[in-house]
């Protein structure tokens, strides 16, 4: 195999991990990458685009392996000629592979530049296969939010992420939330492809796009940064510095990457940016195709040896005469304007692989284009390196560049010159750290903190080399200000927040740059900050995405044992839940439910079930309960007080309350107790709160309400408990709560039986038969008719009154055991020692004075409409007696209504002939 070679997919498979923490290399797509310009003419020219694979290069200021197949065997040492590279990886650091994959820049593809602005769409990575689903994305396309439905199922897809990992797997799920934001970021782009421009909800699916690359890359961000701290604290304790004897560059750095984590931070950082480039970089097609030649400057070289010829007939403006590439700067002279065009083409070209960390498809590009000399000078980063100085059986080669100093320092002074193009300008001061001519060409918040972060980790390399390494002899004058900058993480973000460049400061407060900010520092508390800053702010506004993201950064967080602020972490966890309760993601709400401290969970998911009506739907989300470890009877228990508490009226006297029916509010109260009869285990709790809605209902006269509440408890429901009890092996008696809510229980029944029997009874009451009327001078055919209707009324009216009869008397029956309900009497507690209820006890005094006076004054009704005046008399015994005191429930009007009616069976008494009492008169 030729060292030369690109590596292929498998050789990427194929290579050892340095360390357990390193993120593994993942087998990219290859599905073939086509840019839009691409695909568009392929229908007139037949163009076809081919996907190759190009090893990751070398770049400035980072370890790097060698992929060579010589190097396999030794993966673990460092590769001394990729340090300081653009494009390699630090053994020491996380591979982050941007998802262009490895796709050739150079050789025979066709490239277009599409690096575009902060929130703009990116087309040039679309992905197509012979599988594609067309159907799909025409479906989406006519969804009101494409972006919306496409990425709908993007909710569930972290969760199930989520559960199939566990804390011993945590990158391994950050990795898998990254692959699911880039299937959902490459589904968008196709449906943007397809959209008809300006359409107010393409706009809404761009911007959709664009949060989702955004959370890609931040997720690629956490799993690189954090697995590198997590491993460093494994290993602080026994890391320690071993003196190597004529240590070279490489090794020193060496050495500086594993012991400072400063420095391998920031070069992650380094090379995450860079990845994100290399993700937006695309293919250079139409722009590329006049670099296909041999030689640089053609053009100038035409008419320079037409001139030599006396063939020239073109403008006779002066030219440069010689063609070395220091000419234009000697001489002061111009080349010819398409070369100019062509060169800053060129170095902007390259600039933007820099940029990517692609610095060996930079060098391969000049000498493809016929400038071996600039390749040359790309060259100039590695590290010396001499094998040999220590000595060896075997003669080895000699890395990097032993005048890297004058090379470095050449570097800035080209940086420095201004007329130079401000792209070569930049290309070299990112090979020799000169930050301040390497901004200028930065106009993102993402190419800014590069940059900063670039010459930061060159700074820190050139201390390190200048102090282990050089001597005072050998080293050459770098600005003082660029060698003795104290860089930290902070003044990187200080420096940024400085500068004058109206969009860097913009972007610089966007959402997930701000997160990606504080994830640099490592600091999980301004994190916070900033999250209960955006939720006080208007947590309505935050998309969902967003608010999914932040979630599970959290639970991150908190897998990893980060403390959280836990007052910030709870709101963004209600706020979420909150977004899926609206969104209707069901399923999904119990899992984060339960990540809530317990009361908390048991009032936010009580708060969802309250809307779920469907008997089946509520089943199902008891079940999600369960599975995710709720306190399902606690919080069934809380769906129905929460609702029954929402009538806050007080108890009214029965002559001013008005029956309006079954209201819908008296209708959710009635089907809430469902909830509870769900679980026999919750019987006792069913019947509490049943009566306590009972308790409302009869107060104010809802007879029927009532009836379908006490209808919702099963019959069994009594033994049930007592059954239950026993089955704990319980010998002593049930609880005094669970005792004094069966009694309350029996005598509502109770109540209601009376209250259903006297309806029966007054309806059969007022449906007396019509005697029919007799007919004056009725002939002989109207008189036996009349006869035979009298007879018919003679059998109904008995029928009538027999059945009159059994009503009264079971009527009265059931009256009668409300009034003179055993045990202390009707709505009394016999068990003391119950907790301690004041508004259920106050609300069962007021039952007593609220429905036994009605119920005294209906079983006069009874009796004096049947002419048992005598029993009627009665009732004033009743009432009257010590051993019920019913008299003590009375009001002083109530009792003189009472008397007064009573006053009238007894004048019926004295009509017919008896004394006031209904006795005979003895003479």
């Given amino acids: 195999m030729d060292k030369s070679a690109p590596l292929t997919e498998d050789d990427f498979q194929n290579m050892p991990t340095p360390q357990e923490a390193t993120r593994p290399v993942r087998k990219q797509s290859s599905k073939k990458k086509v840019s839009i310009l691409a695909s568009l003419d392929d229908s007139s020219s037949g163009m076809t685009t ?35 590279g653009t494009g390699g990886k630090s053994p020491y650091l996380v591979h982050t592979p941007g998802h262009l994959g490895n796709v050739s820049m150079l050789d025979d593809s066709d490239w277009t530049t599409s690096l575009s602005p902060q929130h703009s769409i990116m087309f040039t990575n679309l992905e197509y296969s012979g599988t594609e689903d067309i159907t799909k994305s025409a479906v989406l396309l006519k969804e009101d939010d494409p972006g ?90 026994t890391m320690f510095d071993l003196a190597a004897i004529n240590a070279s560059e490489k090794t020193v750095i060496n050495s500086l990457f594993q012991r400072d984590s400063l420095v391998r931070q920031s070069q992650l950082v380094v090379d995450w940016l860079e990845s994100i480039a290399k993700d937006e970089v695309g293919d250079f097609s139409d722009n590329i195709e006049f670099y296909a030649k041999s030689v640089y400057w053609e053009n100038t070289l035409h008419i320079l040896k037409q001139r030599q010829l006396n063939t020239f007939s073109g403008s006779s403006r002066p030219l440069v005469t010689e063609l070395d590439p220091d000419a234009p700067i000697r001489q002061k002279m111009p080349l ?45 980063w590695k590290l010396y390196h001499d094998p040999n100085v220590n000595g060896g059986t075997e003669l080895e080669p000699v890395e990097g560049n032993p005048y890297r100093c004058i090379w470095k320092l050449s570097c800035w002074r080209l940086a420095e010159k201004e007329q130079f193009d401000k792209y070569e300008r930049a290309i070299y001061a990112a090979l020799s750290g000169n930050l301040k001519q390497l901004l200028p060409v930065c106009d993102t918040w993402e190419d800014t903190v590069w940059a900063h972060f670039r010459i930061m980790v060159d700074t820190l390399v050139e201390q390190e080399i200048r102090s282990s390494v050089m001597t005072t002899e050998e080293t050459e004058d770098l600005p003082r200000e660029y060698l003795e900058t104290n860089w930290t993480l902070e003044k990187v973000f200080e420096e940024l927040q400085a500068t004058d460049k109206k969009r860097v400061l913009e972007e610089h407060q966007e959402h997930y740059h701000v997160i990606q900010k504080f994830i640099i520092l490592g600091d999980v508390d301004g994190l916070m900050e900033e999250f209960n800053k955006w939720l006080s702010k208007d947590r309505n506004l935050l998309p969902g995405h967003l608010l999914r993201f932040m979630t599970h950064l959290i639970l991150f967080f908190r897998t990893l044992g980060l403390q959280t602020k836990e007052e910030v972490s709870v709101d963004v966890l209600k706020t979420y839940i909150q977004w899926l309760i609206c969104e209707k993601h069901t399923d999904l709400i119990a899992f984060y439910v339960s990540h809530l ?12 079930l309250e809307d779920v009506t469907e008997t089946e739907q509520r089943h199902h989300c008891l079940e999600l309960a369960k599975e995710a470890g709720l306190e399902v009877a606690t919080i069934t228990k809380t769906v129905v007080e929460n609702i029954r508490k929402k009538d806050a009226s007080e108890f009214t006297h029965h002559d001013l309350a008005i029956d309006t029916g079954t209201t819908e509010e008296d209708q959710l109260k009635i089907d809430v107790i469902d909830w509870l009869v769900f679980n026999p285990a919750q019987r006792a709790e069913a019947l509490k709160q049943s009566n306590a809605i009972m308790r409302k209902f009869l107060a104010s006269k809802k007879h029927e309400a009532a009836k379908d509440v006490f209808i919702k408890i099963p019959q069994d429901s009594i033994a049930e408990i007592y059954n239950q009890w026993e089955e704990q092996g319980m010998d002593s008696p049930l609880p005094a709560e669970d005792d004094n809510a069966i009694r309350e229980h029996l005598c509502i029944r109770a109540y209601l039986e009376a209250h259903e029997a006297f309806n029966e ?19 002989f055919t109207e008189e036996v008719a009349y006869e035979l209707k009298e007879k018919k009324y003679e059998m109904d009216y008995g029928i009538w009154k027999g059945l009159l009869d059994a009503l009264t008397a079971d009527v009265k029956e059931k009256m009668y055991n409300v009034l003179l309900f055993v045990d202390g009497g009707w709505m009394v507690d016999v068990r003391e020692g119950a907790e301690d209820d004041p508004e259920r006890t106050h609300q069962m005094i007021m039952l007593r004075k609220l429905c036994l006076p009605m119920m005294c004054f209906l079983l006069h009704t009874v009796l004096h409409s049947t002419r048992q005046y005598q029993e009627d008399l009665r009732l004033a015994d009743l009432i009257s007696s010590d051993r019920h005191k019913l008299y003590m429930v009375f009001s002083k009007d109530e009792l003189q209504k009472l008397l007064q009616k009573l006053r009238e069976s007894s004048l019926m008494l004295l009509d017919q002939g008896l004394d006031p009492l209904g006795y005979e008169i003895q003479s």
């Fill in 148 to 237: 919306e439905a496409a990425t709908r199922s993007m909710y569930s897809d972290f969760l199930h992420s989520l559960l199939k990992h566990t804390s011993t797997t945590i990158f391994e799920l950050v990795d898998e939330y990254e692959d699911t934001c880039n299937n959902q970021v490459n589904i968008l782009q196709k449906i943007v492809y397809r959209a008809t421009p300006g359409q107010q909800k393409f706009s809404k699916t761009a911007s959709v796009l664009w949060l989702l690359k955004q959370e890609m890359v931040t997720w690629r961000l956490l799993s690189s940064i954090y697995r590198d701290r997590i491993q460093s604290a494994l290993e602080e304790e």
């Fill in 597 to 608: 401290p317990q009361d908390v969970a048991i009032a936010q998911y009580a708060a969802f």
């Fill in 50 to 84: 081919r996907g190759l694979t190009v090893p990751r290069t070398p770049g400035l200021g980072r370890i790097s392996r060698s992929f060579t197949p010589q190097s396999r065997s030794s993966m673990n040492q460092l590769n001394m000629s990729t340090i300081m």
């Fill in 336 to 380: 010819d304007d398409l070369d100019r065009e062509d060169d800053a083409r060129l170095l902007k070209f390259l600039f933007t692989l820099i940029r990517a960390g692609m610095t060996d498809e930079a060098q391969r590009l000049c000498k493809r284009c016929g400038q071996a000399w600039r390749a040359a000078t790309l060259e100039g």
């Fill in 761 to 779: 009874w007054f309806k059969h009451m007022n449906s007396v038969p019509q005697k029919p009327g007799q007919l004056l001078q009725a002939s």
